[in-house]
């Protein structure tokens, strides 16, 4: 009985630690919006389509994150245009875009210099850095929103890779697949994290028994 109230209070003080580490990011969008808007810029020549913008995203999406935390990729926006320079002509990205990539680029390198974060738990996020990205050009109030599954997802995962938080090995091969998935089957429709939240809370529920 002991131990399981001590997991669960590990638990709760790791959802608060996941929680916090999203509170910023909100202050950050507004900020970075205000200082574009403020900004003069050069007149910009042809921009990508909408269609041409997300297949790049999707071609991103399935790229694998770095196979250890001591690679540095590039930064977000230079992949995403890498991977729309393989469509052929060079085209710019609207500021809109070029700023929610440098608000969840931020988030995300926040995240992997997080120390209370293990390493397995990070290498998971870092998938979800692109599924994240278009959930927020979506919907700029993402972050804000408590209700939001996909914030929940991220959640559970720094909960339960949270350093001192011991996982089996059957758990951690599910947490792979589910985010696996996510990478395989997420376009716009945020419904696939619903599903994955959903056994997430089954593995946490386990560990806290």
């Given at each position: 009985?002991?131990?399981?109230?001590?997991?669960?209070?590990?638990?709760?003080?790791?959802?608060?630690?996941?929680?916090?580490?999203?509170?910023?990011?909100?202050?950050?969008?507004?900020?970075?919006?205000?200082?574009?808007?403020?900004?003069?810029?050069?007149?910009?020549?042809?921009?990508?389509?909408?269609?041409e913008f997300d297949k790049g995203l999707s071609v991103?999406?399935?790229?694998?994150?770095?196979?250890?935390?001591?690679?540095?990729?590039?930064?977000?926006?230079?992949?995403?245009?890498?991977?729309?320079?393989?469509?052929?002509?060079?085209?710019?990205?609207?500021?809109?875009?070029?700023?929610?990539?440098?608000?969840?680029?931020?988030?995300?390198?926040?995240?992997?210099?997080?120390?209370?974060?293990?390493?397995?738990?990070?290498?998971?996020l870092l998938k979800l850095e692109v599924p994240v990205?278009?959930?927020?050009?979506?919907?700029?109030?993402?972050?804000?929103?408590?209700?939001?599954?996909?914030?929940?997802?991220?959640?559970?995962?720094?909960?339960?890779?949270?350093?001192?938080?011991?996982?089996?090995?059957?758990?951690?091969?599910?947490?792979?697949?589910?985010?696996?998935?996510?990478?395989?089957?997420?376009?716009?429709d945020t419904a696939i994290f619903d599903t994955v939240?959903?056994?997430?809370?089954?593995?946490?529920?386990?560990?806290?028994?």
């Open positions: 009985m002991q131990a399981s109230s001590l997991s669960s209070n590990n638990f709760s003080e790791n959802q608060q630690i996941a929680h916090s580490a999203l509170s910023n990011i909100t202050n950050l969008l507004h900020s970075l919006r205000a200082e574009s808007t403020k900004e003069e810029s050069a007149p910009l020549g042809s921009s990508y389509s909408i269609e991103l999406q399935t790229i694998s994150a770095p196979s250890t935390l001591d690679e540095f990729p590039k930064s977000l926006i230079e992949r995403v245009r890498d991977n729309l320079l393989q469509s052929g002509e060079e085209k710019e990205i609207d500021d809109n875009k070029k700023t929610a990539i440098d608000v969840v680029d931020r988030f995300f390198i926040s995240m992997r210099n997080n120390p209370r974060i293990s390493s397995e738990a990070k290498q998971y990205l278009k959930v927020l050009l979506k919907d700029e109030r993402f972050f804000e929103d408590q209700q939001s599954s996909v914030r929940a997802v991220m959640n559970r995962i720094a909960q339960l890779g949270a350093k001192g938080s011991k996982l089996n090995p059957a758990s951690r091969d599910r947490v792979s697949q589910l985010v696996q998935k996510i990478i395989d089957e997420f376009e716009s939240l959903t056994e997430l809370d089954q593995i946490i529920d386990r560990q806290n028994n």
